[in-house]
């Protein structure tokens, strides 16, 4: 029987013929991929066979034969009409009843999963060839968004029917070679994602203007997606670096801010409508660092999954705040095999473009433009032409087809309530509390390491706050059962817990209904450690429970009182003994006489009390200090401080019976003290309510605490039962054959009960020694973890909730109503372009403007990211290398490069990582401003009220800052996403980085530079390079690049980055800026950090011996060298003639150079063009021993084959 309806757990990837790609691919996903943490939004496939049905019982299958074998595919009129008639048939077909029937079903069904009446709903076609690994049938077909109601989604289903004949469906598969009546049409009804309420976009795992594989590229904008996907808008852009991402970095290598003026939203009655976009949104992202990464990772799990690159679309819901994958298909730019040739089109000229915008490929196009404003004119479009457009969508694919290059105007990506406690290094506060503090001050909470299962300290990254109706009380305890210790959080929240041994997160629900456990802990680190002295601790837990501090504006004291009898005098003299000997001041004691008082209407006589007083104020306000950070002091303090801590408040509250210990408690911060102690000493504890008291009852390691009391004394027996547990079907259901000791472990997992961790170690692991189990069960036990089971009902109250970021990890500790720690989770033109290898400009804003019908343009794309039109034919240059046969030498080939743009493509040249990496690219054409401008930005603004010249400087700033509130940050951001760029194109290969050094004349090109930098007569020789760095009128600026380059190391994980320090003319001066970068965070050796000596003066060479004893290497700048050895002035034509490295002077000096590097084992490379300039030369520094050669890329094949030469012939 044929299957008419199937929904995505039923689906799979093989199922393209019946439900096609689209909808096989979600089946997949929704699947597979749930249980690694992608979310997927429910629906179901309306399959081919039912397509076909539907045609059938129209009879319409018959007349398609008859309108296609009138099909003339090489004229396009033929094309429209033919698609036209095929159309107008199937939307004029009805339903059969049945089909109708069980469509509307389980459309009800859908509805219902969702708790909505008619819920809404997009509609997409799904072709059942659709997606394949050589072929993007992404735009072909239709789709309809915001449907809801019985009729509305029958209308949409029969439109997407109608949809395998539009004009470009009709194109595409005959260009592809697909059969026009073999292909049939799914149709996928799934829950809609609200991101008109938030954003939306697409992203690849891999760099699509490249094929670069390292990186995942992710476009977001405002609102629902289309605009995205038909490139309307131009988007926000965010590339994730896949290797540091993999080892916990928070790898967002760039950001760029797109223009994001118009947004997709709901309309009222179905459907969409166009709104602008609110100028202060504009200059926002539309995603959270936090949001990019966990994009990234599902990217990472799916390319995984799938064994190839992806193309991908997600969505945002800005109801709940989830993001969502709504598709995911093989990526066809770069997943056709590619032969392993470079090929490099070179293009020069002095000309001005006439328009510039974003560019799509690295080729040049030429030919007549085109300018077409509506898609009913692409029939007059003629091969060869520039197709000129506002803006292109897939109707337009005919004539992008055959169009020499494109140019466009337009196109370019949970929660807890708010008195849950988290512990931060400050102690205990609510997440509401970190909410209000979180933008003045730093904080850092626990978080769980994923791979080592060990809780470390993290920083909080961000904060947030909405109000939500999903709310559930989750009660938390060992046996299900005691009520009372709680977390309010919303439903879809996901708590960490375990898998068959594998570290999971689910959402709350679906552990509770699943009756799993989640996880807790029972030990944690210290923030930092503080050796305090022991009697502190025990002087500070005696005052907590029976002392007293009080302080006026002019006295001040502190006593402790207690009752003088037999049982209580070793508590007291301990007080009195401990607090004479840290504060050197005894005690003085008075005696109390008897009170009487009423109790619940009875009198009641009490009995003679000791009190023990301090009257001296300066010791009063010494210890309300420490009791105010009492939370600080134990989170750092030493096991031995802790432990007299826990002491004094069970000398003074607690009691020893029946083998525990019991402290009652009613005082909220000492409850929070007397937790922090357990948790850090790792001391399993309770805490029961009774009343208006708290009682903790402390089972594990009485004699070890019992050694520290003075009053409490009790011995410890032996317990039967542990008091640190795992759920056994979670951690042994798998393995239950290999481990069922005594065949108990069946019925513990039969019964899902919890299964003591030393039961675990001393019975079960035995039973599997030497296998990888063994080795995930050993961790875990090993681990500070322990399970907890879990019980929840819904909340019918709305109310503000909250949610933290947590770096690295994502995950965090909060803490239950009664402190149990508990972890749980943080909260169109391009495409074708690229496909049809036609260079494409986007985003010029005035091109069907300034361009008329006619004029012959050159349209290049080679110079990174910006594109570039001129007016007539530019000659250029088309070169082909085929990689597979450049042979290998023995001298390391590097390369200089300047552009991070340029950077994906380059690193795929032959090479050994990157000799040169210029910062001064970056700095004129990234951040255009001087940094010292940025450095004192206020007070700029403050001097333009009265000063002309200074106004337009700041209004200058303003303009390209606008997006930073700290215009520092522009600088700090450029830079380390430009040197990040570079970095990861070469990963795992160095990366030499040279600090800034430009002139006096060339900063002062930069906006604000003419304020802070002199007028040199020859700069060249001038305040330039090192002497710059430690000089305090540039300094700040100097420490601005190193905290950038941090960044790019420590944040995004690029370690394969090392330094290089230019233009330093004497030991001293390099002492100096190495004390300097230290300083700002770049310690040389650290984590691989290197730091390399320009060698481009003659006293670099002199004093070779001195300067390496400083640095880590030389690298030769041969075009300064030869400047300062034969003193020319590189300015002037007269001498030019002179300058040549291969004088025997230079050659002397870079001879000395190598030789010195060699026998003291340090870096020696060249980063002049003298190797590729003069085959000569080259042979000669590698006669020397020269071990790297640092080159511009365009050099790189013709030095590599002459060097090979060179071998050959020695």
């Given at each position: 029987?044929?299957?008419?309806i199937l929904w995505f757990k039923e689906i799979s990837k093989d199922d393209v013929p019946l439900v096609g790609g689209k909808n096989a691919s979600l089946g997949e996903m929704f699947s597979k991929l749930s249980k690694k943490g992608i979310q997927i939004p429910n629906g179901f496939a309306i399959t081919a066979d039912a397509f076909r049905y539907f045609l059938r019982f129209n009879e319409i299958d018959e007349r398609l034969k008859e309108i296609f074998e009138k099909f003339d595919p090489k004229n396009i009129q033929s094309l429209k009409e033919t698609g036209k008639r095929a159309r107008n048939l199937i939307l004029k077909g009805k339903f059969p009843q049945d089909l109708e029937k069980e469509i509307l079903e389980n459309y009800r069904k859908l509805s219902k999963i969702y708790g909505q009446k008619n819920v809404d709903v997009a509609v997409r076609s799904s072709a059942t060839a659709e997606d394949l690994a050589t072929a993007s049938f992404a735009g072909q077909h239709e789709s309809y968004i915001n449907i809801s109601g019985n009729e509305n989604l029958l209308k949409a289903v029969k439109k997407c029917f109608a949809s395998l004949f539009t004009d470009r469906a009709i194109a595409y598969r005959e260009e592809k070679g697909f059969e026009h009546l073999k292909v049939a049409l799914s149709v996928c009804v799934q829950k809609m994602v609200r991101s008109d309420l938030a954003s939306s976009g697409v992203m690849f795992t891999l760099d699509t203007e490249t094929g670069f594989e390292n990186v995942v590229l992710i476009n977001s904008i405002f609102g629902q997606g289309e605009m995205i996907v038909k490139g309307k808008i131009i988007p926000d852009t965010f590339y994730v670096f896949k290797p540091t991402l993999k080892e916990g970095y928070k790898a967002i290598i760039r950001?760029?801010?797109?223009?994001?003026d118009r947004k997709l939203v709901y309309k009222k009655g179905g459907g969409l409508k166009e709104v602008k976009v609110s100028q202060k949104d504009q200059l926002k992202f539309s995603l959270s660092d936090d949001e990019i990464l966990t994009l990234a990772k599902w990217a990472m799990i799916l390319e995984e999954h799938y064994g190839m690159h992806q193309d991908i679309e997600w969505a945002k819901d800005g109801k709940t705040n989830q993001l969502f994958i709504v598709q995911s298909r093989p990526e066809t730019v770069h997943a056709p095999k590619k032969e392993r040739v470079y090929e490099e089109y070179e293009i020069k000229t002095t000309k001005k473009p006439i328009l510039t915008g974003i560019a799509i490929g690295n080729k040049v196009g030429q030919g007549k433009v085109h300018v077409i404003e509506d898609v009913s004119k692409i029939g007059e479009f003629k091969k060869g032409e520039v197709l000129v457009?506002?803006?292109?969508?897939?109707?337009?694919?005919?004539?992008?087809?055959?169009?020499?290059?494109?140019?466009?105007d337009e196109g370019g990506r949970t929660c807890f309530s708010g008195e849950t406690k988290i512990l931060t290094d400050k102690g205990f506060l609510s997440l509401e509390e970190i909410f209000k503090r979180f933008k003045n001050e730093e904080m850092k909470t626990l978080s769980l390491n994923?791979?080592?299962?060990?809780?470390?300290?993290?920083?909080?990254?961000?904060?947030?706050?909405?109000e939500s109706s999903n709310l559930m009380r989750v009660e938390i305890s060992q046996t299900g059962r005691m009520k009372g210790n709680f977390l309010e959080v919303t439903s879809d929240h996901k708590f960490l817990t375990f898998k068959n041994r594998n570290l999971i997160s689910e959402e709350i629900k679906d552990i509770i209904s699943k009756k799993e456990c989640v996880l807790s802990v029972f030990k944690i680190p210290p923030f930092r450690n503080k050796n305090l002295p022991p009697q502190l601790g025990y002087l500070l837990g005696a005052i907590m429970t029976d002392g007293n501090i009080y302080l006026t504006q002019r006295r001040g004291g502190v006593s402790f009182i207690q009752k003088p009898t037999k049982e209580k005098l070793p508590f007291i003299n301990a007080v009195s003994r401990y607090f004479s000997e840290i504060f050197k001041c005894n005690l003085h004691f008075i005696k109390k006489l008897p009170t009487e008082g009423i109790i619940r209407g009875k009198k009641i006589k009490g009995g003679e009390c000791l009190a023990l007083k301090c009257y001296k104020k300066e010791i009063a306000e010494v210890i309300l200090q420490k009791k105010e950070k009492l939370e600080e002091i134990l989170l750092s303090a030493q096991d031995e401080f802790l432990f007299n801590f826990l002491a004094g408040v069970i000398d003074g509250d607690g009691t020893f019976f029946e083998r525990r210990i019991q402290i009652f408690c009613s005082d909220e911060k000492l409850l929070r003290a007397i937790s922090i102690c357990c948790l850090r000493l790792g001391i399993n504890f309770y805490v029961i309510k009774n009343r208006t008291i708290k009682n903790i009852l402390i089972v594990d390691k009485i004699d070890e605490i019992i050694k520290f009391t003075k009053r409490v004394k009790?011995?410890?027996?032996?317990?039967?039962?542990?008091?640190?547990?795992?759920?056994?079907?979670q951690l042994l259901e798998d393995i239950a054959n290999l481990v069922n000791y005594k065949g108990r472990i069946f019925l513990y997992i039969k019964n899902n009960l919890l299964i003591d961790a030393e039961k675990i170690k001393n019975y079960v692991i035995p039973l599997i020694e030497g296998t990888k189990e063994n080795h995930e069960l050993t961790r875990i036990i090993d681990s500070p973890l322990k399970m907890l089971r879990v019980k929840g009902k819904k909340i019918s109250v709305k109310k503000r909730v909250y949610n933290i970021e947590v770096e690295d990890n994502h995950n965090y500790l909060v803490f239950t109503s009664r402190l149990t720690p508990i972890l749980v989770e943080n909260c169109h033109a391009a495409i074708i372009g690229r496909e049809l290898g036609i260079p494409?400009?986007?985003?010029?804003?005035?091109?069907?403007?300034?361009?008329?019908?006619?004029?012959?343009?050159?349209?290049d794309c080679t110079s990174g990211s910006v594109g570039r039109i001129f007016l007539g034919k530019i000659p250029f240059k088309v070169k082909k290398y085929d990689l597979e046969k450049i042979p290998k030498v023995k001298t390391k080939i590097m390369i200089n490069i300047g552009a991070p743009d340029i950077a994906f493509k380059t690193s795929f040249l032959p090479n050994d990582g990157v000799g040169l990496a210029r910062i001064e690219f970056i700095l004129a054409e990234k951040i255009r401003i001087h940094p010292l401008a940025l450095y004192h930005y206020q007070k700029l603004k403050r001097e333009a009220k009265r000063n002309k010249k200074i106004k337009e400087i700041v209004e200058k700033i303003e303009e390209i800052t606008i997006e930073h509130k700290d215009k520092k940050e522009h600088f700090y951001k450029e830079l380390a996403e430009g040197i990040a760029q570079i970095a990861a194109a070469f990963w795992p290969k160095p990366v030499i980085v040279r600090f800034s050094d430009f002139k006096t004349n060339e900063y002062r090109q930069l906006i604000g530079g003419e304020l802070f930098e002199p007028e040199e007569s020859n700069p060249m020789l001038g305040w330039r390079g090192a002497s710059r760095y430690y000089d305090p009128k540039f300094q700040p600026a100097f420490e601005m690049e190193c905290k950038a380059i941090k960044r790019a190391r420590e944040e995004?994980?690029?370690?394969?980055?090392?330094?290089?320090?230019?233009?330093?003319?004497?030991p001293e001066e390099g002492r100096k800026v190495l004390e300097l970068i230290e300083k700002n965070g770049l310690k040389k050796g650290k984590d691989g950090l290197k730091v390399i000596c320009m060698c481009e003066i003659p006293s670099n060479v002199i004093l070779a011996e001195e300067f390496l004893k400083i640095f880590d290497g030389f690298s030769i700048g041969s075009n300064d060298l030869t400047q300062l050895v034969l003193g020319l002035d590189r300015d002037s034509a007269l001498v030019a003639k002179v300058g040549d490295e291969r004088n025997e002077a230079v050659k002397e000096m870079v001879k000395r150079v190598i030789k010195i590097c060699n026998q003291k084992k340090k870096y020696c490379g060249i980063c002049g063009q003298?190797?590729?300039?003069?085959?000569?030369f080259a042979e000669f520094i590698m006669r020397e021993g020269i071990q790297s050669m640092s080159i511009n890329p365009d050099t790189v094949i013709k030095t590599i084959l002459n060097l090979a030469k060179i071998r050959v012939k020695r």
């Open positions: 029987m044929k299957k008419y950001k760029d801010l797109g223009k994001k457009t506002r803006m292109t969508d897939p109707d337009w694919v005919v004539a992008m087809r055959i169009a020499s290059a494109i140019v466009t994923r791979k080592t299962l060990r809780l470390e300290w993290k920083k909080i990254s961000n904060v947030f706050s909405r009790g011995e410890g027996k032996k317990v039967k039962f542990g008091s640190r547990f795992f759920a056994a079907k494409a400009i986007v985003g010029t804003r005035f091109a069907t403007k300034v361009l008329k019908t006619g004029q012959e343009v050159t349209v995004f994980g690029l370690k394969n980055i090392w330094v290089m320090i230019p233009f330093c003319r004497t003298a190797p590729s300039d003069w085959p000569e």
